[in-house]
């Protein structure tokens, strides 16, 4: 053993700062070592730190040494930045990323607990338009960049603090939980515990939303403008609000809904309350899934409930502000102001899509299922589509799924399918609950948003069950307006849903119970 530690705390602020933390079972981590030199000297093989300095304490995020660096992958380097706070409570936490990647996600999350935080931009800068041309930032992006990041984040942090990590936890949203999927399914050695929030599913999710543009931006009778998208989310929540027994503004379940697009077909003209052929097969679209020719479901459709507000379907799927006529009839979105699941799928068709990008190949271009053939190899390289998660389970590891049931961005019932194909993959619902948790948000958007109760924790959830084998069972969650909470729901683990106990008020978390449907 070293010497013991020293604090200097602040009874001002509140905060404490460490000069030097000396961890039961070896090193000290003392502001001196905040050094590219002396991290380079504790990195593994393959990892160049390329900057390192202290960060003072602000907020709830203690002081900590922030460092940067890259590790080397096949054909390319990979981006990281890890956080080593002075007070380290002998684990490592992952941020995943959203969207295309290309950035570095915050590591306040985890550094506000104590963890040795880290996150990647999978190999690829944002700003760097032709990334998606090589394929060895397409591959790491896909999956192997997350892989070599925590690897060489690993190994640093356990060098620097001169001890094994105890744990190492991965948690994302979206993009981030699509990561979080692949590291289950491609690497189920490198973390002991992860959450998978809303996970993308790859590139079927993009041909969907390519189908669907392609019906509604043919004419300007098939697109559906802002006012539109509120009239079908009033029409959706009277008619399946009641459906799970309480008539509260929130729809519990919406597989018990039986909402149908066509009740609001315009009986002549289009008109404020209406809506016309083409907009009814646009809406049907959304809620449909897309089949192969044998009947099996390609990708699924969307889950009715919620489609309004801000940060619903017109952020996602039919845009702020309304696309442009064309000459041919057609319309175009222009600007900045592009719905996010149009610019995801423009840019994956353009050049993601195929294993030998092609001028011309584009969203409008697709053929289905035609082009499927020429779209396998991204497909195995971008989507987390394998339900064995044995090897995982095996060495114990534990995964925690969630998904906003209004969801506009990724479709609940995609996760809902791999919950059951995992399920039987391993060998049914006794050897899942040994190690997959999936819960349901209802009337949560896309990782956050919506009328739904879209505050939660899962981290300390999966620490109680990786560290002290207590199973999940119920989660808070709560929703606020104004950072004023006006509703709490208790999330139940699939298959159990919160039902009404009778009495009580229908906004708060204690009147419900989760019950088998």
């Known amino acids: 053993m070293r010497m013991t530690i020293l604090f200097i705390a602040s009874l001002v602020t509140g905060a404490v700062y460490v000069d030097s933390i000396v961890t039961a079972q070896g090193e000290a981590l003392a502001r001196g070592d905040c050094t590219v030199e002396r991290l380079q000297q504790k990195s593994p093989a393959g990892t160049t730190i390329t900057g390192a300095a202290m960060v003072e304490a602000a907020a709830n995020v203690p002081v900590y040494c922030r460092v940067d660096g890259h590790a080397a992958s096949q054909g390319n380097t990979v981006n990281f930045r890890l956080g080593l706070p002075m007070q380290w409570n002998g684990k490592f936490y992952f941020q995943g990323v959203g969207g295309l990647a290309g950035t570095i996600g915050s590591l306040n999350g985890g550094l506000a607990r104590g963890y040795a935080s880290a996150s990647t ?13 090589d394929r060895a930032k397409e591959i790491d992006y896909g999956h192997r960049g997350t892989h070599v990041a925590t690897v060489a984040a690993k190994a640093l942090a356990s060098a620097a603090y001169g001890r094994p990590l105890q744990q190492a936890y991965f948690n994302g949203c979206s993009n981030g939980g699509r990561q979080a999927l692949m590291e289950v399914q491609r690497y189920p050695e490198d973390f002991t515990g992860i959450i998978a929030g809303d996970p993308a599913m790859g590139t079927p999710m993009q041909v969907g939303r390519a189908l669907v543009y392609q019906h509604m931006l043919a004419s300007s009778d098939n697109y559906l403008p802002s006012e539109k998208v509120e009239l079908i989310s009033k029409a959706s929540l009277v008619e399946c609000d009641a459906k799970d027994g309480l008539a509260d503004g929130l729809i519990t379940d919406p597989r018990r809904c039986a909402f149908k697009p066509e009740t609001l077909k315009c009986a002549g003209a289009d008109g404020p309350a209406c809506l016309t052929a083409g907009q009814v097969e646009t809406a049907t679209r959304i809620y449909s899934p897309v089949k192969l020719p044998n009947g099996g479901v390609y990708t699924p459709g969307f889950p009715v409930g919620h489609e309004g507000d801000r940060t619903g379907w017109r952020t996602w799927i039919t845009g702020q502000v309304a696309p442009a006529a064309q000459k041919d009839g057609s319309l175009a979105y222009a600007g900045d102001e592009l719905p996010a699941g149009y610019r995801l799928s423009d840019q994956n068709m353009r050049s993601l899509a195929l294993e030998t990008d092609e001028t011309g190949f584009n969203w409008r271009t697709l053929q289905f299922p035609g082009d499927l ?13 394998d339900p064995d998660l044995r090897p995982f389970k095996k060495r114990g590891g534990k995964l925690i799924v969630y998904h906003g049931w209004a969801d506009p961005a990724i479709s609940a019932y995609g996760t809902l399918d791999y919950h059951d194909k995992v399920t039987k993959a391993v060998g049914g619902a006794r050897e ?48 606020a307006v104004d950072r004023n909470v006006d509703r709490s729901r208790p999330l139940c683990p699939h298959p159990q849903v919160a039902r009404y106990s009778g009495s009580g008020d229908v906004n708060d978390a204690a009147s419900f119970r989760c019950e088998a449907p």
């Not at 931009?121 to 041309?133: Q, R």
């Open 121 to 133: 931009d999978t190999g690829h800068a944002a700003s760097d338009p032709n990334w998606m041309s």
């Open 373 to 385: 053939p020429r779209l396998k190899t991204m497909t195995d390289i971008l989507s987390p589509l």
């Open 432 to 479: 899942a609950d040994a190690f997959l948790r999936t819960y349901f948000v209802p009337g949560m958007h896309h990782c956050t948003g919506g009328p739904g109760p879209d505050a939660f924790d899962m981290l300390p959830v999966l620490e109680n069950w990786v560290e002290r084998g207590v199973a999940p069972t119920r989660v808070i969650a709560t929703h």
